[in-house]
């Protein structure tokens, strides 16, 4: 069974390779290089310029509603025949929110409060960035349940840098 694995951006090679990743979905600051793994195609790698921010900072790309639109238009198209990697700086914010969208756009009718359960349960600092989650709850039609799960399960532990981590797409 495919799996999302979320990592920070030190462990993204090393990530790839253990999953046998098909895709790689990066969102980190515009200015932080990101090299591909050779192992994925580019066609394969989506690349969103964001800073890990929830309200407008002069200097810094706020996550908007096409950033999120061109995530979920991405994962809509991965054929899950081999695991996605999900990394931001630390693995932490960006990364896990963006997670997070990708198991509820692939799981449509499953519940928000079971996914973002096995978040937590994947992994203790996950910490979903809200903006973004909201913005995936809002382009997948789920009424704040999104929102509401990620509320629940609370802010992680407090890291640097998370362990890398990997969650089924289905249960």
């Keep these: 069974m495919p799996e999302v694995h979320v990592c920070p951006l030190s462990l993204v090679p090393e990530t790839v390779k253990r999953a046998r990743a098909s895709h790689l979905v990066s969102l980190i600051n515009d200015n932080t290089p990101v090299a591909r793994p050779s192992s994925i195609a580019a ?85 979903p960035n809200p903006l973004i989650v909201a913005l995936g709850d809002r382009l997948l039609g789920r009424d704040g349940r999104m929102i509401q799960a990620i509320a629940a399960i609370g802010r992680g532990q407090d890291a640097i840098e998370s362990i890398p981590f990997a969650v089924p797409i289905e249960v």
């Design 43 to 127: 066609e394969n790698h989506l690349f969103l310029g964001i800073n890990d921010i929830v309200e407008p900072m002069d200097g810094m790309v706020l996550p908007a509603e096409d950033h999120v639109r061109e995530l979920i238009a991405f994962v809509g198209g991965w054929d899950r025949e081999r695991p996605i990697v999900v990394h931001c700086f630390a693995g932490i914010s960006r990364s896990t929110a963006a997670a997070y969208i990708t198991l509820c756009a692939v799981n449509p009718s499953r519940d928000e409060e079971e996914i973002a359960q096995q978040l937590r349960s994947a992994s203790r600092f996950a910490t």
